[in-house]
DNA sequence: CGGAATGTTGAGCTGCTTCAATCGTCGTGG
DNA sequence: CCACGACGATTGAAGCAGCTCAACATTCCG
């Protein structure tokens, strides 16, 4: 039984501008269904042209893309709320893939009717460009990151990120978030050795600054986080939900 | 003297979608004048909130960001046709800052009409969104890069990727490119030391494969230099102009 | 002429990579 | 119930790509 968009539990959340009415009701006919995957499945495929448009309600993923030498580059993770296949459904064609890390359920869109929105509901075309916007700051934010920090910054920033974001989700308990990845996978979001990538987590577990295992992440001081991630300012943005 | 958006030298070229007489109509209605600035001038700062849009028409530029302890990342850099301060208009808030290198002339438009894009010109806010995407895809690029190719490859890779935007640009003459910037400025782009960058730059021009002196770059044998960056596809994509 | 900005080069060091081996866990099939 | 293989995490060792430091060259401009 799919949700109605009336009944979104992010809907409600904090971090996602509130909708009117008129806009749930539209967002509603837009909705084609909804998609439930396995872990493990492929959602949108790198330069695949993909009819639907997804908005995560639930589970995690992954974005990434493949190198010619068969590296890989994992550009950001997927968390409920994130729409993914915009670039498919602007320009023809996905620049990466998407992939669920957990099962995961999404709202599924029509690409025919993206146009629809432009025509009939600018307020949710500008909130499609904010989020297209958002996602092009936050790849900013990373390719400083990527580029400019050492080893231990970089894996402090990946997880104080991940951690705030699921926090505004209201997914984190007690200092206690899910993060069902791979240690391949944040070295591969971090630009890092899978080897360099686990002998950093492990002084920073030592040093009671994070710990992760068994797919939970407890961070009991952000602050001390953001220490070693050197970031000031690690506060979530509010934004559109489509 | 102001140039008409009709007589524009950018929109017909073929990098660029063609546009209706309507739309370029509408572009001339939208455009509130031109802003000349000489090199070296801040054309958006980093966190504030500028009233203003601009479309780059002459010149060069670079986005860049600060980082807490001093360091800068460039974010890309800033050519012809491209559209800066959209970060602003959406989110209220500039996350990268935006200088010209050399001097530069800009197409100014109004944020406070943004918002009439939307509501009396789908097709444009669906350009607008379009470019967001594109720049997504960019960055999304640029942070594989970054993240998973070693010096040479990236420098082959910075090199490549921004002769090919000019040549798409018509500003290629004969293998030789206008390239404006310091050492310093590709070297934190790729995320590089400028020693280093340096080091490889001469290996570069040893192997014959790329000469950059005094401003220009000059580039014999694309393919060879596709080879040293390891892309296969420098194909630059057909994008709205707005 | 002097000073600032940029480019060039050498030397030495280290953060990170690669290689390689081991361990624990879990699902599967005999 | 156990053996086996697959997968991920962990750890040690060795090497090097790229960093920092430091000096010097070149160009340009007031």
């Given at each position: 039984m799919s949700i109605n968009c009336r009944n979104?539990?992010?809907?409600?959340?904090?971090v996602f501008r509130s909708m009117s009415a008129d806009e749930v009701k539209f967002m509603q006919e837009f909705k084609r269904g909804e998609l439930s995957v396995d872990a493990g499945s492929t959602i949108l495929m790198e330069g695949s042209n993909s009819p639907q448009l997804f908005t995560a309600l639930k589970g995690v993923g992954l974005r990434y893309k493949n190198m010619p030498d068969g590296q890989r580059q994992v550009v950001n993770f997927v968390l409920p709320g994130d729409f993914v296949g915009l670039q498919a459904g602007l320009m023809?064609?996905?620049q990466h893939s998407v992939e669920a890390t957990t099962q995961m359920t999404l709202c599924v869109f029509s690409r025919n009717e993206l146009w629809d929105i432009f025509r009939h509901q600018p307020e949710r075309a500008f909130d499609l460009t904010w989020l297209a916007a958002l996602e092009e700051h936050f790849l900013g934010e990373t390719l400083a990151v990527v580029g400019r920090k050492n080893g231990e910054q970089r894996i402090a920033w990946g997880l104080l990120k991940y951690y705030c974001r699921m926090d505004a989700l209201g997914l984190a308990n007690n200092g206690q978030v899910q993060f069902p990845y791979r240690q391949q996978d944040l070295a591969d979001a971090l630009g890092l050795s899978l080897v360099h990538t686990n002998k950093t987590l492990k002084r920073l577990r030592e040093r009671q600054v994070v710990r992760w295992d068994s797919g939970i992440l407890r961070v009991s001081n952000l602050r001390l986080l953001a220490e070693c991630a050197d970031v000031d300012d690690y506060s979530v943005m509010e934004r559109p939900l489509i």
């Open positions: 979104c539990p992010l809907r409600t959340l904090q023809g064609e996905m």
